[in-house]
């Protein structure tokens, strides 16, 4: 087999992982919404079928390149993925998942905001936005450009930043679950985490809940950081409300 065909299969597969893992996350977390919140999605099928659309195409789109730079990491060593537990200190697996995600908070917050602008809300973000008010299934229900901004991030950091393969999945998952729970009009996490002192710093559905009702506000994807300093955090959404507006526009 040649080398572009290698990792051309590579780049395939890894689109299918993201996609299955997509497919099944988001319904996992759709199926516990329709068990705790019964008719909480009403109405919304339509959206629900575009969402996952959008999504399965931003799969390809974070796929790809995650499966060239897996198959050069495996084939070529190109990246600064490790897999021996020794090679760094252990300390160091903490604080590389910390320091990952970070870095991908702030890429986030920017390019957010970046979206947020007239002419790229226009153009690619406001795919996202049509999602009135967002389900479980619209984690990824992404434009192309606003997938492609979003897809390179943690390719280009495993070039920069040296992780172990296991704490790189940790990151994975934690993308993941946050992608989904921070859309699914609800909040899975317990009060003590989203209304406590963790609260104020971490970013859960109640945070990001507030940022589909106004739209100019809360543009964090884990922490609350830039948001405040920046002036742009305008605390916690109210579920209640929203809860009722949709059984109401379901009705």
């Known amino acids: 087999m040649s080398l572009l065909a290698a990792a051309a299969l590579s780049a395939l597969a890894m689109t299918l992982i993201v996609g299955v893992r997509y497919l099944i996350v988001s319904g996992a977390f759709a199926f516990a919404t329709r068990a705790r919140h019964p008719g909480l999605y009403a109405g919304q099928g339509r959206q629900i079928r575009r969402e996952i659309g959008w999504s399965l195409a931003s799969a390809a789109i974070y796929g790809v390149p995650a499966g060239i730079i897996a198959w050069g ?5 190109w990246t600064l993925i490790y897999t ?5 200190p252990l300390w160091y697996l903490p604080v590389s998942v910390l320091l990952y995600l970070l870095a991908h908070d702030t890429w986030f917050y920017w390019t957010h905001r970046w979206m947020h602008r007239p002419r790229w809300f226009r153009i690619a973000h406001a795919v996202h936005h049509a999602s009135r008010p967002p389900t479980a299934w619209a984690a990824m229900s992404f434009h192309w450009v606003e997938a492609l901004s979003g897809a390179v991030v943690i390719p280009l950091l495993v070039f920069i930043i040296p992780i172990h393969a296991a704490a790189l999945g940790l990151v994975l998952a934690i993308m993941t679950v946050m992608g989904v ?13 989203h209304s406590g002192p963790l609260g104020a710093w971490l970013i859960t559905a109640s945070h990001h809940q507030r940022h589909h009702e106004f739209y100019g506000c809360n543009y964090g994807l884990y922490f609350r950081h830039w948001d405040r300093l920046c002036g742009t955090d305008r605390g916690l959404g109210d579920f209640s409300r929203a809860a009722a507006g949709r059984r109401r526009a379901g009705s």
């Open 73 to 77: 990491w495996q084939n070529r060593g």
């Open 84 to 88: 021996q537990a020794d090679a760094y």
């Open 181 to 193: 729970t921070n859309h699914m009009g609800w909040e899975v996490f317990p009060r003590f985490i």
